[in-house]
């Protein structure tokens, strides 16, 4: 990613490190600069039904689409000046977008370091070699489970075989290939029904030759009473049983939130929303096929948001289950 970086984007960068630095200490929602990172959204579409996931339940009240060239290429083009990162993903499945990979190669060829999620279902010999040709900086492969029996508990409707045949096919073309990219991520998604499997991710991964395993807390919409798949190990959950025997969240929700001053995340459909914890885009800060970005982000909507949060983050019902904090790295 430092590859990436120009005196412009330094500059920018170090403006919103001091601003935030300054607006936590001032109480005050100061910010100087544009978004060092943000996400888009290719689709909200996806072919599984994860239990906890909007997109797997068809659960949005917002509209169901596909992001389209035009307008990423108008989103990009007023942020590629300032930012470094590029995240395709906040709801869906990626791949189900058949532009999405001209998107990628779009925003590399503005110096942009890209990243996606992927269930991992899409990556046949087609679109392996349009993922290495786009020039894709990194992926994230969600393996849930090292075998199918534990890996649908959660991945509704998904087949593991085909998903570890997809990542033998990627890390294969990109070392006959010669390229370096992209950087290949298992992120494992822990659950009581795969906490026992930890230590096979990681053997896993390693025959198969990706680059890291992440593992990842699972979020769970109600919390407070448990939930059949919430870890036993408590390592690996972002929530603590407490004496009355009801659970809460790890994180004690600090008022700050980095992320409200380096990121924002973007619709499919040009809505802007402060995170990527908003699933349903409930807090829409803009419409960028309405307005200008810098007048989003500069924007009396998004001030208030980021005072709102300085003076009490455990209020706004899109913190209530934030993990920042709480991932738990390999």
């Known amino acids: ?114 990243v996606t999620s992927t269930n991992g279902h899409f990556l046949d010999d087609k679109n392996v070699k349009r993922t290495l040709d786009s020039g894709l900086s990194r992926i994230i492969l969600s393996i849930d489970g090292t075998t199918q029996e534990t890996y649908e508990q959660y991945r509704k409707e998904g087949d593991l075989k085909t998903v570890l045949q997809g990542a033998e096919r990627l890390v294969k073309a990109r070392r006959e290939s010669g390229l370096d990219h992209p950087y290949i991520i298992f992120q494992f998604l822990v659950t009581s029904a795969n906490e ?51 659970y809460r969240l790890k994180n004690g929700l600090e008022d700050q939130c980095w992320r409200m001053w380096h990121s924002c995340v973007i619709t499919w459909d040009g809505k802007v929303v402060p995170c990527c914890f908003d699933k349903d885009a409930s807090v829409r800060l803009g419409d960028l096929k309405l307005q200008a970005f810098g007048a989003i982000w500069k924007g009396e909507a998004y001030r208030a948001f980021r005072q709102k949060l300085l003076r009490g983050r455990k209020f706004i019902d899109i913190c209530k289950n934030c993990s920042e904090g709480s991932r738990v790295w390999a």
Request: with cysteine; hydrophobic share 35%; aromatic share 14%.
């Open 1 to 114: 990613m430092f590859r990436r970086m120009t005196i412009r984007k330094a500059v920018n960068a170090l403006k919103v490190y001091l601003s935030f630095h300054l607006g936590r200490w001032s109480g005050t929602a100061l910010h100087w600069g544009m978004p060092v990172s943000f996400a888009i959204e290719p689709t909200t579409a996806c072919n599984l039904r994860c239990p906890e996931c909007p997109s797997g339940l068809r659960a949005f009240t917002r509209p169901t689409g596909n992001l389209k060239m035009d307008f990423f290429r108008s989103a990009l083009d007023a942020l590629s000046p300032y930012a470094c990162n590029l995240t395709f993903y906040f709801q869906g499945e990626p791949y189900i977008n058949p532009q999405f990979l001209d998107m990628v190669a779009y925003a590399e060829s503005r110096g942009i370091y890209t």
């Open 196 to 246: 026992h499997q930890v230590s096979q991710i990681h053997r896993l991964a390693e025959t198969i030759g990706v680059d890291e395993v992440r593992l990842k807390t699972a979020q769970f919409y109600h919390f407070e009473n448990g939930n059949d798949l919430m870890p036993r190990d408590e390592r690996y959950s972002r929530y603590t049983r407490s004496g009355d025997g009801r």
